[in-house]
């Protein structure tokens, strides 16, 4: 059995950053760990992930060039490195696994393993 907790989230004014991490327990190397994020009225969306061991990543477009995902292996955890951040960032973000580490996928419905979320609040 996996479980993913996230932590990190909170308030921060517009061009700010936060980190967000996610330790997650059991077997989760040979995986695909991604975070997602879903705001007030809309669906949940991608936001970015990673696979490891050989090492792939993929990003929403929304999102290229101001998140950074990154994993640490030894300590279980995957972090999401987010600058410059916008209103439009704000949303509650979720850690996902998915079992299988073929190739990333960018649909919540391959992951397997959710954490319980994290908000972030960016006020315009």
């Known amino acids: 059995q996996v479980q993913l907790v996230e932590s990190g989230g909170g308030l921060v004014q517009a061009g700010g950053s936060l980190r967000l991490s996610c330790a997650a327990s059991?077997?989760?190397?040979?995986?695909?760990m991604g975070w997602f994020r879903q705001a007030p009225g809309k669906e949940r969306e991608f936001v970015a992930a990673i696979r490891w061991p050989i090492v792939n990543t993929a990003y929403a477009d929304s999102v290229k060039g101001r998140f950074t995902i990154s994993r640490d292996n030894a300590k279980n955890t995957v972090y999401l490195q987010m600058n410059s951040l916008k209103p439009e960032d704000t949303a509650v973000y979720y850690c996902?696994?998915?079992?299988?580490?073929?190739?990333?996928?960018?649909?919540?419905?391959?992951?397997?393993?959710w954490g319980q979320g994290t908000q972030v609040t960016v006020p315009s």
């Open positions: 996902a696994l998915d079992r299988r580490n073929d190739l990333i996928r960018t649909t919540r419905f391959a992951y397997d393993y």
């Open positions: 059991g077997r989760t190397f040979n995986s695909i």
